[in-house]
């Protein structure tokens, strides 16, 4: 298949003359960088306090913005690298692929609160003197947030990769690092960018959560943004609440503007298509780092540090270290699999000696309970699908329109929408709608993003010859629609279906219980059961409805999802 642009590493053009000040620029934020992970640093090495009082001034806010910041970036950097490695291994293992599909099926079912408080007690409890523990946590719960979408998208790109890429690879006797980097992250590059921002988005969900939690008399809480709008809410204090908000939208448009923009446009590159779209997706911040000498000179670095790497990768080992060397990888297999074994049958011990507390009551109310979330998971997908896919697949078609939207759509899918639950509750019990089923358009606020985000990827990897064929054919638009631009997007679409899923299940852990101004709204349901058990220490009645909640998620997901996966995949799939 001939490529557009090559998927790798190109010659840069030339800094021009006078770009000098843009180098200033970079070391100044190189500079700031580094003083703020110090600061940092110095935080978490603080002596851990028992509570801690959040300013709600507006001169606190900034410094709560960025510490929240800085969690969302380290988790991200956590979810990039286990995505990179957990991806790749179960693309090219078909045995491991048997086992860590299955298991990352159930650990994107396990909300959050079932991660929570384990983690929280047994990270204090390992950093007893310090906020390392709190704050190893936090980081962590927002990695949960974040990770699954993005793993499940590589593993997909992957496994797509087109055969004549990999025919490619062989025939010029690629080594596995220079298959990896030229061949497969570039093929699955525009998916993880997009998934990269609505995993972020997804990070940020649950902030409010993960940065002021509570169990049972323990109060956990961490200065950020989170911890902010939490107390606003707690106080009714609607100038801090828009404060915050405000806060929370600079933040995601900066971050937008400074990264995912510069990201999308520089992914551009790796598109494959046989003949080149007109106008592609542009940044500013792109076009100025083009223009460093500093970043050429890093490059060219950069460049020849892997490709020595690469040389070194490529060398063929003797047949008698290649066979050492599989020997090695069996036995670290052999013994990383026992030890997980071990852990999950001690952790499957501990679970039964839980659940046989639990009454016969107590089950039937969580059957109950499941079937109600399940209504509201489903309804909320519904109406999400119903709107995101004719405009994600108009708005990912053009380049101009994906420039002019992509910003709005960016901050309106970051932005936690826990914080304007009290706001959308308020609108929707003032309507007339019962909370039981007005908490579904909560559930939605959290899980549409998903489906828009994969759609705007499917869209926008469309091959532009594809739709030149269309218009040389004279297809009509609604033709058009019906043989390319639907089909194409499906593999795309049952992705951000299956995402969405999951979002909206986790949802219901905050869509199902709202409190405002010392009132508390409760629609029965699972997620409500999960938030009322978490907040009263009742860890039989949360373990079992976690384990509920995952095993739902899990048997939905193998039972329908993955076999609808596998349809789209073999039958729509246009890399295959």
Same mark, same amino acid.
């Given at each position: ?25 970079? &070391? ?72 860590? %599909? ?52 590589? $593993? ?60 049972? /008399? ?15 809410? /707690?106080?009714? /204090? ?13 933040? %995601? ?25 007109? &106008? ?71 679970? &039964? ?24 998971? $489903?309804?909320?997908?519904? %109406? ?6 004719? &405009? ?57 993003? $998903? ?126």
């Amino acid at each position: 298949m001939p490529l557009a642009r090559r998927p790798g590493p190109q010659r840069r053009e030339l800094p021009i003359a006078g770009a000098w000040w843009i180098d200033l620029l970079i &070391v100044v934020a190189l500079a700031a960088l580094v003083a703020g992970v110090v600061a940092l640093a110095r935080r978490w090495t603080a002596p851990l306090r028992p509570t801690v009082d959040i300013d709600l001034s507006l001169c606190a806010l900034p410094g709560y913005t960025l510490l929240s910041l800085a969690r969302g970036v380290a988790a991200y950097l956590l979810s990039l690298a286990f995505t990179l490695v957990y991806g790749s291994i179960a693309a090219h293992r078909r045995v491991a692929e048997r086992v860590m %599909i299955p298991v990352l099926d159930i650990l994107q079912g396990i909300p959050v609160l079932g991660f929570l408080p384990g983690l929280v007690l047994g990270m204090v409890a390992l950093f007893p003197g310090s906020n390392i523990g709190l704050e190893l946590a936090c980081v962590v719960m927002i990695f949960t947030g974040q990770v699954w979408n993005m793993t499940f998208s590589s $593993y997909g790109s992957l496994r797509a990769v087109p055969l004549e890429l990999r025919e490619a690879a062989r025939v010029y006797r690629f080594g596995w690092w220079k298959t990896f980097s030229v061949v497969e992250v570039p093929a699955a590059m525009i998916g993880l960018v997009w998934n990269s921002m609505m995993s972020m988005a997804g990070g940020w969900f649950f902030l409010t959560v993960n940065e002021a939690f509570t169990l049972g /008399d323990h109060d956990f809480r961490l200065p950020g943004i989170g911890s902010y709008m939490s107390v606003a809410i /707690d106080r009714g /204090d609607v100038r801090a609440m828009a404060a915050a908000t405000v806060a929370m939208i600079v933040m %995601i448009v900066v971050v937008d503007q400074l990264v995912w923009r510069p990201a999308l446009a520089w992914a551009q590159k790796f598109k494959l298509e046989e003949t080149e779209a007109d &106008v592609g997706a542009t940044s500013w911040v792109l076009a100025l780092l083009r223009r460093s000498r500093a970043i050429a000179w890093a490059e060219q670095r950069a460049a020849r540090v892997l490709a020595l790497f690469e040389s070194r990768a490529a060398a063929a080992p003797s047949a008698a270290a290649g066979e050492s060397g599989r020997a090695a990888s069996r036995l670290l297999g052999a013994g990383v699999g026992l030890g997980f074994a071990a852990l999950a049958l001690l952790g499957a011990a501990h679970l &039964v000696t839980m659940l046989h507390a639990l009454t016969a009551a107590e089950w039937r109310q969580l059957a109950a309970a499941l079937g109600l979330t399940f209504l509201r998971t $489903y309804a909320a997908l519904a %109406i999400g699908a119903l709107w995101t896919v004719p &405009v994600g697949i108009w708005i990912g078609l053009s380049p101009a329109r994906t420039r002019i939207l992509q910003p709005i759509i960016q901050v309106a899918a970051a932005f936690p929408a826990p914080m304007i639950f009290p706001l959308v509750t308020l609108a929707i019990l003032a309507a007339g709608v019962p909370f039981a089923w007005g908490c579904v358009a909560l559930m939605l606020l959290g899980s549409q993003w $998903y489906i828009l985000f994969n759609v705007l990827a499917g869209a926008g990897a469309m091959p532009h010859d594809l739709r030149e064929v269309a218009a040389v054919c004279g297809l009509g638009r609604w033709a058009r629609w019906r043989t390319l631009y639907l089909p194409a997007i499906v593999p795309y679409l049952i992705t951000g279906l299956i995402t969405a899923a999951g979002g909206a299940w986790n949802a219901s852990i905050v869509a199902e219980y709202v409190r405002y101004r010392g009132d508390t709204l409760i629609a029965p349901g699972l997620g409500s059961l999960i938030t009322t058990a978490t907040a009263a220490g009742n860890f039989p009645l949360l373990a079992a409805g976690v384990l509920t909640m995952s095993l739902g998620i899990v048997a939905i997901n193998r039972t329908v999802w993955r076999r609808l996966g596998r349809y789209a995949d073999a039958r729509f799939s246009l890399n295959r």
